[in-house]
């Protein structure tokens, strides 16, 4: 096993929000995308003066300790900020899980397209992406980027035939539009590695982040989804998407 440090933000113990089962979640430090309704936007910058280091040989140690809870089911999801900024390690991580038969989730907003994050998505048993927006231009809005390496990423994972999870933020005004939620569920409607999607209501809850950053909530003002805007978003979802649909 390679001597490797991961950047990470923090780490969650029996995680049950990001993937399935009972999980243990490593925050990985650093992302590309800019959204304006990050949550963490602590986990953007690669480098702070708060961004911790962990040999995989402690990762594999902590998996060893809660293997009993995993069950069929559970295991290790790397989340972010963007975990792909870091695949070489990742890989080397993923592969002594493999080892381990521990079960491995990558959660992923898709924005780099590289051979090694092809790597990385050939060794994850689960593959969790966030499509924020399938209109480009709104996408570039929302987050800085193109999502062309997203759906790059998505295609390349169907192409594996291996487990692929979809997320998507619902934000009144931003990614509500039905024309636009209609093109999003047609475009994913034939893929027969998905077998879930989540839904997301947008929520305020990380925006005192930003003044402990002394950043600007760019988003300052709108409001989450009402219980009607979530149905009529899930109707259109589950017309083209079934069952998989999962308002979370």
Known sequence: MKACNLKIHSIETFGTH???????????????????????????????????????????????????????????????????????????????CKKRAFNTCLDTCGAIYSREVQELYDLADLVMLDVKHIDDGWHQKLTGMSNANTLK???????????????????????DQEEHLETWAKYFANYKTLKRVELIPYHKLGVFKYEALGRKYELDGVEPPTKTEIAKAAEIFIKYLGNKVVVV
Request: charged share 25%; with cysteine.
């Open 18 to 96: 990001d993937g399935p089962g009972i999980r243990l979640v490593i925050f990985a430090q650093g992302c590309l995308f800019r959204c304006l309704y990050c949550h963490n936007p602590d986990t953007q910058a690669l480098e702070t003066d708060k961004t911790k280091t962990i040999k995989i040989k402690e990762i594999l140690e902590l998996l060893e300790k809660q293997r009993t809870y995993f069950g069929k089911t559970g295991g290790l999801t790397i989340s972010g900020g963007e975990p792909t900024l870091q695949a070489t390690g990742l890989i080397e991580l993923f592969k002594e």
């Open 153 to 175: 990423n998505a295609a390349y994972r169907e192409k594996t035939g291996k487990e692929l999870w979809l997320r998507y933020v619902l934000v009144p005004g931003w990614t």
